[in-house]
């Protein structure tokens, strides 16, 4: 989402749907395999979100039964993320909403980080209230309207304003300058994570009560809660340049991944399989699903796919 707008984990089979993309800087914290001499291992950076830890469950998976690799993962804030992997700690992140700054610094300036293409998702970040609300208040999906409904958005976090929730405050997020900028009389409220966020829609949904909220796609929530975006002023390039002057709908963004630029050229076939690894979005939020909803492990719902999908992934072995 320009993004989106997030732990050190043994392995993806005990990866559990964790409680947000606030986790903690590791970036200090190296895997225990990392730079072990002739190891044959990869360390992966694992987004706190559950369409990451998808792509890093089926990734793992892979890697340890296809090509003989030992792997380990550690969780990382977005921004932080980018420090580990220039610094060797992790090899590759495979889910960036896009960091600008970051780039420019590390893939341009000082070409510690290598590209590693597209992941074959694209991403967008969004304002929604529930499909439910929207069918009875049509005009609650322009933003020149949310004010006329901003009494019933409120909630004891948001006080005398409407709520609009958020996820975690590590999140790429432009929400704060949207409300000021768009004059909206609305409070930014943080649940603190994506586990936590989700479970407050669930719960809003069980009551069929109206809420605002940051949200993104892919997202496998759309399936069980379905959700209408409220439409934004048009994004245009540079308009969301200026942080505080926000004034602009979120981007569409293809999502990309990225590699330690050491690893990126010595890294083998490790490496190789990486830059290949791309599916759809509808890959994702199949493995997603597994995770968050039927409370599969990360590692069982990676066989699962990859027992259903051969054809797809065989390509990025070869």
Same mark, same amino acid.
């Given at each position: 989402?320009?993004?989106?707008?997030?732990?050190?984990?043994?392995?993806?089979?005990?990866?559990?749907?964790?409680?947000?993309?606030?986790?903690?800087?590791?970036?200090?914290?190296?895997?225990?395999?990392?730079?072990?001499?002739?190891?044959?291992?990869?360390?992966?950076?694992?987004?706190?979100?559950?369409?990451?830890?998808?792509?890093?469950?089926?990734?793992?998976?892979? /890697?340890?039964?296809?090509?003989?690799?030992?792997?380990?993962?550690?969780?990382?804030?977005?921004?932080?993320?980018?420090?580990? /992997?220039?610094?060797?700690?992790?090899?590759?992140?495979?889910?960036?909403?896009?960091?600008?700054?970051?780039?420019?610094?590390?893939?341009?300036?000082?070409?510690?980080?290598?590209?590693?293409?597209?992941?074959?998702?694209?991403?967008?970040?969004?304002?929604?209230?529930?499909?439910?609300?929207?069918?009875?208040?049509?005009?609650?999906?322009?933003?020149?309207?949310?004010?006329?409904?901003?009494?019933? $958005?409120?909630?004891?976090?948001?006080?005398?304003?409407?709520? /609009?929730?958020?996820?975690?405050?590590?999140?790429?997020?432009?929400?704060?300058?949207?409300?000021?900028?768009?004059?909206?009389?609305?409070?930014?409220?943080?649940?603190?994570?994506?586990?936590?966020?989700?479970?407050?829609?669930?719960? $809003?949904?069980?009551?069929?009560?109206? $809420?605002?909220?940051?949200?993104?796609?892919?997202?496998?929530?759309?399936?069980?809660?379905?959700?209408?975006?409220?439409?934004?002023?048009?994004?245009?390039?540079?308009?969301?340049?200026?942080?505080?002057?926000?004034?602009?709908?979120?981007?569409?963004?293809?999502?990309?991944?990225?590699?330690?630029?050491?690893?990126?050229?010595?890294?083998?076939?490790?490496?190789?399989?990486?830059?290949?690894?791309?599916?759809?979005?509808?890959?994702?939020?199949?493995?997603?699903?597994?995770?968050?909803?039927?409370?599969?492990?990360?590692?069982?719902?990676?066989?699962?796919?990859?027992?259903?999908?051969?054809?797809?992934?065989?390509?990025?072995?070869?």
């Amino acid at each position: 989402m320009r993004v989106r707008k997030t732990a050190v984990i043994a392995a993806a089979s005990s990866l559990a749907l964790l409680t947000g993309c606030g986790a903690a800087d590791m970036t200090k914290q190296a895997s225990p395999f990392a730079g072990a001499q002739g190891a044959k291992t990869v360390t992966l950076s694992v987004q706190s979100w559950v369409g990451a830890q998808s792509n890093v469950a089926v990734a793992q998976y892979l /890697l340890e039964h296809e090509l003989g690799y030992r792997v380990d993962t550690v969780q990382v804030d977005e921004v932080p993320a980018w420090d580990a /992997l220039s610094q060797g700690r992790v090899d590759a992140l495979l889910e960036d909403w896009g960091h600008p700054e970051q780039e420019q610094r590390y893939v341009k300036d000082k070409k510690t980080i290598a590209p590693g293409g597209e992941l074959g998702v694209t991403g967008h970040i969004g304002w929604f209230v529930p499909t439910y609300f929207a069918k009875k208040h049509p005009d609650v999906t322009n933003w020149k309207n949310l004010n006329k409904y901003a009494d019933q $958005f409120r909630t004891p976090e948001s006080g005398s304003k409407g709520q /609009l929730m958020d996820g975690s405050p590590s999140y790429v997020t432009n929400d704060k300058a949207l409300v000021k900028n768009l004059k909206l009389d609305y409070q930014v409220v943080f649940a603190g994570s994506e586990a936590a966020q989700i479970t407050q829609m669930k719960q $809003f949904a069980k009551e069929e009560k109206p $809420f605002l909220t940051y949200w993104y796609s892919p997202q496998w929530l759309f399936e069980k809660v379905p959700m209408t975006e409220v439409k934004l002023p048009p994004y245009k390039e540079g308009c969301d340049a200026d942080p505080e002057k926000v004034a602009c709908a979120y981007p569409h963004t293809p999502l990309q991944k990225y590699l330690n630029a050491d690893f990126a050229k010595n890294g083998g076939k490790a490496a190789a399989f990486l830059k290949k690894f791309t599916w759809t979005t509808e890959d994702q939020n199949e493995v997603s699903l597994m995770i968050a909803d039927k409370k599969m492990t990360p590692e069982d719902a990676a066989k699962k796919w990859v027992d259903s999908h051969k054809s797809t992934w065989k390509k990025w072995l070869s």
